[in-house]
């Protein structure tokens, strides 16, 4: 591979790369170093390239194995929100109390869906944070488009029982 289609191909989709590795390891820089690495290890594969069908889904496949094997690893801790909390930016035409309710509100849906199955936080991560589609998301985590729709579902379903009983039961 030449380096126009590495250029072509592969860097404009850098962007998408380091979201997705941010919301998976909720800290800045592991993400920009997942982002670094898998780039290196694109170029390094180059051989392969030629044979894909999908660059993007390829990339997104090797970012996710990449923070996977991070938050595996003994050492990797998720930030804490106190931590990232300083680096938000004021939001100036709501009122205090709208900015604590949509914080709260925020919140736990995070928390709802940091709650769910690794499989099932993946998949709606993919579709209703990054916007790929089912059949992206399916070569992307290399399983059934059918599984992926089934997945999502549950995911979503899951996640809007939860955010039922904590506004109902405050559970």
């Known amino acids: 591979m030449s380096l126009e289609l590495f250029l072509s191909q592969v860097v404009p989709v850098r962007q998408k790369l380091y979201r997705f590795a941010f ?12 982002t670094q690495d898998v780039l290196m290890k694109v170029w390094g594969m180059q051989e392969k390239m030629r044979e894909l069908q999908n660059m993007e889904a390829w990339c997104m496949r090797i970012t996710r194995n990449m923070a ?4 595996k690893s003994k050492k990797y801790r998720t930030a804490d929100e106190l931590d990232r909390a300083g680096e938000m930016p004021a939001l100036q035409q709501k009122s205090p109390h709208m900015v604590t309710e949509q914080n709260d509100v925020m ?7 940091s709650d769910l199955p690794e499989k ?3 998949i709606i991560q993919l579709r209703d944070m ?11 985590l290399d399983i059934d488009m059918n599984e ?4 999502l579902h549950r995911a ?6 939860k955010l039922q009983n904590l506004h109902v039961y405050g559970l």
């Open 23 to 34: 919301r998976l390891l909720g800290n800045e820089e592991d993400a920009q170093d997942i």
């Open 130 to 140: 990054d916007g790929f589609s089912y059949q992206e998301i399916a070569d992307i």
């Open 120 to 122: 099932y936080r993946t």
């Open 68 to 71: 996977l094997d991070k938050i």
């Open 156 to 161: 979503r379903k899951t996640v809007r029982e």
């Open 107 to 113: 919140h736990k849906v995070r928390g709802a869906i």
């Open 148 to 151: 992926v729709k089934v997945n």
